[in-house]
Nanobody
Framework: QLQLVESGGGLVQPGGSLRLSCAAS????????IAWFRQAPGKEREGVSC????????YYADSVKGRFTISRDNAKNTVYLQMNSLKPEDTAVYYC????????????????WGQGTQVTVSS
C-alpha cells in the first residue's frame, strides 16, 4: 500500500527552525519526484519545493528561497525539508507529494499525497 507520512511540524517562534520529514512506503521511491506543498487557512495549496528523482535537482518557491532546503535519502525512502528563519506567513499545513514527473510545482502532476503536518510560526 502506497503511503506518504509527514512529520516534524509544530509551533516555533519567528526566526526559528523546523525540519519536516516525508517517509514513503509501498512504491519505488527513487523513481519519483517529491514535492512539498503548503496550505494556509483560506488559501489555495501552493508549491514550496520539489526535488527530482535522478540528479536530485531542487527547486524552490520565491517565498522560501534561501531559507528552506529540500533533500532526499533514497536509502531511507525519506525526503526532508529544512526550514530556517521561519516567518508567521509560513504558517500552514505542509504536505508532501510524489509523482513520476519532472520537478514541478504544479499540483496536478503529483499522484500521491500525505495527510499533512501543521507548522505554526508565532510568538
Amino acid at each position: 500500500q502506497l503511503q506518504l507520512v509527514e512529520s516534524g511540524g509544530g509551533l516555533v517562534q519567528p526566526g526559528g527552525s523546523l525540519r519536516l520529514s516525508c517517509a514513503a512506503s509501498g512504491f519505488t521511491f527513487a523513481y519519483y519526484t517529491i514535492a512539498w506543498f503548503r496550505q494556509a487557512p483560506g488559501k489555495e495549496r501552493e508549491g514550496v519545493s520539489c526535488i527530482g528523482n535522478s540528479d536530485g535537482s531542487a527547486y524552490y518557491a520565491d517565498s522560501v528561497k534561501g531559507r528552506f532546503t529540500i533533500s532526499r535519502d533514497n536509502a531511507k525512502n525519506t525526503v526532508y525539508l529544512q526550514m530556517n528563519s521561519l516567518k508567521p506567513e509560513d504558517t500552514a499545513v505542509y504536505y508532501c507529494a510524489a509523482g513520476t514527473t519532472i520537478p514541478t510545482m504544479q499540483r496536478g502532476r503529483y499522484d500521491y499525497w500525505g495527510q499533512g503536518t501543521q507548522v505554526t510560526v508565532s510568538s
